[in-house]
């Protein structure tokens, strides 16, 4: 049976116990804050476990799952994959074990005709919970009694945390044959792989307290989570996923692109890595996620170098993972039909990250055999960290090849080193903690939605239903700062990327409490955050909710700015140009965007022409919600990733509104708000565009009052100016070229009696140095040059200095800057170069003869004591 008969005969049997089918949520959670992928299929329902939402008694699903946990077995064992697909049935309140046994046998056996002979359970055998006979017994009726094994909590029963709904699970395992001389005795317990857990049925029926006490819960759950790829190895009779049809073609795919025929077991291994990561990265990138060094980009960056680097093992030395593409496309374009349009995305990210990864990794691995041969021991965890933070180079990739060679690494050292370079806020500032979304999904479970009316109005008389201290907790009444749930509300909140509203609450007309935002930390919940300014506000007040309407104003024109932006980006350079990202406040506009290589500056001229001449015309900006099927009907452009509700709400800029939606100049799906016409956004000022990582490029803008602000402000800065030089304003520009070039011959008459001087530098000004592998280094204080001067400098040295490598340093801004000069068949000045500016805390690079880096800037003494270290 293919993968896709099974994957239609888990959903039809279970449809005909009368379980709704409920699609695959994306791999990125959407309503769930703590979680950085889906990695079970039970994630999509954690509302429904808890008994904050009735809308189902049950349900059954196949998941989309991403798991990186145990990505060094990916590929050497038939149990981890990262990317996977799970199966489950799930029960909120209404079936339980009896049926969930049952059903799981029948299935197995009877819809699918696995032999009885090869299947094994297991059971919770009792502990800090009595023995599971409920589970004991039922499978003692339809299984023999010897096929049942017993364990303990770590394998077979479930928690959620310390405290919380836990209970004890039953596994379904299948023998696969082969094994060791261990399995006679050990049974499903041996660990060598012959026995493979395919199902595990989890009986959610206790709450456990802080003292360790369990209780009975309310609600008895059922979940349940069978591992796609393990069933099919069942069925197509094969020892391990990756020769189920899952993979197969991916590897035979590679296996031409690599040229190696996988008979080797290292091949074998790197085909399977290669295979299982691209997929991954396939997935993630059609949600929307690009490579990054933060949260899910660095995950999928890691892998998609993982795959790159057992490519470039295998002999393919460019990138070549793009390629696949397609084939993994073809392996799951019935079920997923998303990767079929957004497969050039993905294309395009692959190519491009491949081939950046590939410049940064032959210098990585050629700084690491320097590394090795100076240290055959161990490398410390600065140099490794250096390496990531310097090259791009994954830790993970260190590891690899480190111990390939039996050489340690100090992990501690390394994970201290970034955290110390991180220094993120991000985590202070992260009030949407773990321990809170608990809190807040209760919350939402009691209340009834927000409605938002602010499309409309900016004003709205509303009731609290809720208020919130600081700290999330439920409270009476705020007399300070907190939050304020409101049974509708004018104020939008942050989604999109666009900010949320402020404004103020009155009461009797006058002003109680500033509203200082609006979030949406829940998919039904929206919280505003205010600061009580008079009196209090209590739990049932009526008040005027009103939002800051200049505020509005400023933010919905740089919104609609974006949409503007986008459509003539696609129009100048392509349709496979794709939103990456956005941000839009009232103050500028943001906006990343995918292109495989740098636009021209003519193409960027008739984009901002287009977006301009878009908003002379003066065109409609209509909303209107329509059924989502629309959206691929009128070809309407929509994001990565995103999860719209349907029906959607569609934004068009045109003539003549949905009248002839077809007719425009951009349709998209936002739920953001806009100004009524092109017309009121008044300009768009570019601040600045580039590039943020491969592939990725950013424009940064303001719009409509802001961008007036921003034109006022440059005007007055000019007039200033002018003044200052005592020039007519229309004349500005030629006096500023004239003082440049008079400021550039200068510096040049500068650098020239300079360099004289310290040509002749005295030994204060200059100290020797001898390396721990024997270069001699003769380092030159060049103090108050600037760093173009450098090279020049050390040119001059060097012809004076042979058979010495001469480093030039000097402190300007802040930091220090330094050039390596090298000689002929010398020390590699690139090498050295990356030694000196670790001890800096800085970056630099170069080529064998010549490089040049910087840091932070420290007295000369302690400088050169730095160095003598080398």
């Given at each position: 049976m293919n993968s896709q008969k099974i994957r239609n005969s888990f959903l039809n049997y279970f449809k005909g116990r009368g379980l709704p089918v409920v699609p695959s949520s994306p791999l990125v959670p959407k309503a769930d804050p703590t979680l950085l992928f889906t990695a079970a299929g039970m994630v999509q329902f954690k509302a429904n476990f808890l008994g904050l939402k009735k809308d189902l008694k049950g349900a059954v699903s196949v998941q989309k799952c991403l798991r990186t946990t145990d990505i060094d077995n990916v590929g050497l064992t038939r149990r981890h994959l990262t990317f996977f697909e799970m199966l489950g049935n799930f029960s909120f309140g209404d079936y339980f074990k009896k049926e969930a046994i049952a059903w799981a046998w029948e299935y197995l056996t009877k819809e699918l005709g696995l032999d009885k002979n090869l299947l094994y359970v297991s059971i919770y055998k009792g502990g800090i919970a009595p023995r599971d006979e409920e589970a004991y017994n039922i499978w003692a009726g339809l299984i023999d009694k010897k096929r049942i094994f017993e364990f303990d909590e770590k394998d077979n029963f479930w928690t959620m945390g310390p405290t919380g709904p836990c209970g004890p699970c039953s596994e379904i395992y299948y023998d696969?044959?082969?094994?060791?001389?261990?399995?006679?005795?050990?049974?499903?317990?041996?660990?060598?792989?012959?026995?493979?857990?395919?199902w595990n049925l989890v009986f959610t029926q206790f709450n456990r307290l802080e003292d360790g006490a369990l209780q009975p819960l309310p609600q008895k759950n059922i979940d349940t989570g069978m591992g796609f790829e393990r069933l099919c190895m069942a069925m197509q009779k094969v020892s391990s996923p990756y020769e189920t049809d899952l993979f197969t073609p991916i590897i035979e795919h590679a296996k031409k692109l690599t040229g190696v025929e996988g008979k080797s077991t290292p091949e074998t291994a790197a085909l399977r890595i290669i295979a299982d990561h691209v997929k991954a990265a396939t997935f993630l990138i059609s949600e929307g996620v690009l490579p990054s060094n933060e949260g899910r980009g660095y995950i999928l960056r890691r892998l998609i170098r993982r795959a790159a680097r057992y490519g470039k093992m295998l002999g393919r030395p460019t990138p070549f993972l793009y390629e696949l593409v397609p084939t993994v496309i073809a392996v799951y374009k019935d079920v997923y039909p998303e990767l079929l349009s957004n497969g050039l995305h993905v294309n395009n990210v692959l190519k491009t990250e491949g081939a950046a990864f590939f410049r940064t990794l032959e210098d990585g691995e050629q700084r690491l055999q320097d590394l090795i041969k100076n240290n055959p021991k161990e490398i410390s965890g600065a140099e490794a960290f250096n390496l990531y933070e310097t090259y791009g180079f994954p830790f993970e990739l260190t590891k690899e090849i480190l111990s390939q060679k039996n050489i340690a690494v100090d992990e501690q050292a390394f994970l201290k080193a970034q955290a110390a370079a991180k220094q993120t806020s991000k985590a202070d500032g992260d009030e949407m903690a773990k321990e809170k979304v608990i809190a807040l999904q209760d919350l939402e479970g009691r209340l009834a939605p927000t409605v938002f009316t602010g499309y409309d109005s900016l004003t709205e008389e509303a009731k609290v239903l809720a208020a919130l201290d600081k700290d999330f907790k439920a409270v009476n009444s705020l007399d300070k700062s907190g939050y304020i749930v409101l049974d509708k509300t004018p104020f939008y909140a942050e989604s999109g990327g666009q900010v949320g509203d402020i404004g103020a609450l009155e009461q009797n007309g006058q002003t109680i409490a500033r509203v200082f935002d609006t979030q949406r930390p829940l998919e039904k919940l929206v919280l505003h955050k205010i600061s009580v300014v008079k009196g209090s506000v209590k739990t049932g007040d009526i008040l005027t909710a009103r939002v800051d309407e200049i505020t509005r104003f400023k933010t919905s024109s740089n919104h609609t700015a974006v949409h503007v932006i986008n459509a003539a980006l696609k129009k100048i350079l392509g349709e496979n140009v794709r939103q990456a990202g956005?941000?839009?406040?009232?103050?500028?506009?943001?906006?990343?965007?995918?292109?495989?290589?740098?636009?021209?500056?003519?193409?960027?001229?008739?984009?901002?022409?287009?977006?301009?001449?878009?908003?002379?015309?003066?065109?409609?900006?209509?909303?209107?919600?329509?059924?989502?099927?629309?959206?691929?009907?009128?070809?309407?452009?929509?994001l990565l990733g995103e999860k719209y509700a349907d029906p959607a709400r569609f934004l068009l800029i045109n003539k003549c509104g949905f009248a002839a939606p077809k007719e425009r100049e951009s349709l998209e799906l936002c739920g953001g708000t806009h100004v009524k016409s092109t017309g009121e956004i008044m300009?768009?000022?570019?601040?600045?565009?580039?590039?943020?990582?491969?592939?990725?490029?950013?424009?940064?803008?303001?719009?409509?009052?802001?961008?007036?602000?921003?034109?006022?402000?440059?005007?007055?800065?000019?007039?200033?100016?002018?003044?200052?030089?005592?020039?007519?304003?229309?004349?500005?520009?030629?006096?500023?070229?004239?003082?440049?070039?008079?400021?550039?011959?200068?510096?040049?008459?500068?650098?020239?009696?300079?360099?004289?001087?310290?040509?002749?530098?005295?030994?204060?000004?200059?100290?020797?140095?001898?390396?721990?592998?024997?270069?001699?280094?003769?380092?030159?204080?060049?103090?108050?040059?600037?760093?173009?001067?450098?090279?020049?400098?050390?040119?001059?040295?060097?012809?004076?200095?042979?058979?010495?490598?001469?480093?030039?340093?000097?402190?300007?801004?802040?930091?220090?800057?330094?050039?390596?000069?090298?000689?002929?068949?010398?020390?590699?000045?690139?090498?050295?170069?990356?030694?000196?500016?670790?001890?800096?805390?800085?970056?630099?690079?170069?080529?064998?003869?010549?490089?040049?880096?910087?840091?932070?800037?420290?007295?000369?003494?302690?400088?050169?004591?730095?160095?003598?270290?080398?």
């Open positions: 696969f044959g082969g094994g060791c001389p261990q399995c006679k005795d050990k049974g499903i317990a041996c660990g060598c792989g012959r026995y493979v857990e395919i956005s941000h839009v406040s009232p103050e500028r506009l943001r906006f990343d965007y995918t292109i495989p290589q740098a636009p021209a500056p003519q193409e960027l001229l008739a984009v901002w022409n287009m977006a301009n001449d878009i908003i002379a015309r003066n065109l409609q900006v209509a909303a209107q919600t329509r059924p989502l099927k629309d959206a691929q009907d009128l070809g309407a452009t929509i300009v768009i000022r570019l601040l600045r565009e580039g590039a943020v990582s491969a592939g990725v490029r950013r424009i940064e803008a303001a719009a409509g009052l802001s961008a007036i602000e921003t034109l006022k402000a440059e005007a007055n800065a000019a007039l200033f100016a002018a003044k200052m030089l005592n020039a007519a304003p229309e004349d500005l520009v030629k006096k500023v070229e004239t003082l440049v070039k008079t400021e550039k011959d200068l510096r040049k008459e500068v650098a020239d009696l300079r360099r004289k001087l310290l040509s002749g530098a005295q030994s204060e000004d200059s100290l020797e140095i001898t390396t721990k592998t024997g270069a001699k280094l003769l380092v030159f204080n060049a103090e108050n040059t600037a760093t173009p001067e450098l090279r020049n400098l050390s040119d001059n040295l060097a012809d004076k200095n042979p058979g010495k490598v001469i480093v030039a340093a000097a402190d300007a801004g802040g930091k220090k800057s330094f050039v390596v000069k090298s000689y002929k068949g010398g020390p590699d000045a690139g090498g050295i170069t990356k030694q000196i500016a670790a001890l800096i805390n800085g970056k630099g690079g170069g080529r064998p003869d010549f490089a040049q880096g910087g840091g932070e800037a420290m007295a000369w003494a302690q400088f050169t004591a730095a160095l003598k270290s080398l």
